[in-house]
């Protein structure tokens, strides 16, 4: 019997604080954290470790992700990948397991979550200590609309669970 409660929704923040707008996951999730979540929701800042997280992955009914994610847009572009979009690409990265082979994993052993968004961020400045780029700093506030938004359609039961 699982002693562990679950999470109705999970929002992870990845990426990498060092390598400029990598961080974008980080920085939106450190912001959510300042404002008060309704029963149910856990936020939590992953960064580059992930596989770390596969309990709480493990866990969560719905999962929420922010990243960022080079998909060829303008620096800044905000994407919403759904459950389709995701198990579209790579399992593994250049150095572990992905975000998507992690869900997998997660799914394949409790049958959690239930669905899954990322809400990804086109970077500018990927290079070791750079800054946030201008478009990426300037899209953070749409980011924090775009998870809440998210959250809402899923406290309301209007997201289509897959």
């Excluded at 998870?147 to 309301?156: A, G, L, P, S, Y």
Aim: proline share 6%.
């Amino acid at each position: 019997m699982n002693t562990f409660s679950n999470y109705k929704i999970l929002v992870l923040g990845l990426g990498n604080l060092l390598m400029g707008d990598d961080g974008i996951g980080v920085l939106a999730v450190e912001e959510l954290k300042k404002s008060e979540w309704p029963p149910g929701v856990h936020i939590l800042e992953v960064g580059t470790s992930v596989f770390y997280y596969l309990a709480e992955i493990c866990r969560a009914q719905h999962l929420i992700a922010v990243d960022a994610l080079s998909a060829g847009g303008a620096p800044g572009s905000i994407y919403r990948l759904d459950w389709e979009d995701i198990f579209c690409g790579p399992e593994k990265g250049a150095h572990a397991i992905s975000l998507p082979g992690l869900i997998k994993m997660a799914r394949a052993m409790t049958g959690l979550p239930g669905s899954a968004a990322i809400i990804g961020v086109e970077p500018g400045n990927l290079g070791l200590g750079e800054p946030l780029s201008f478009a990426v700093r300037e899209a953070l506030p749409v980011i924090l609309r775009r998870v809440t938004k998210e959250v809402e359609k899923i406290k309301r039961g209007t997201l289509t669970v897959r």
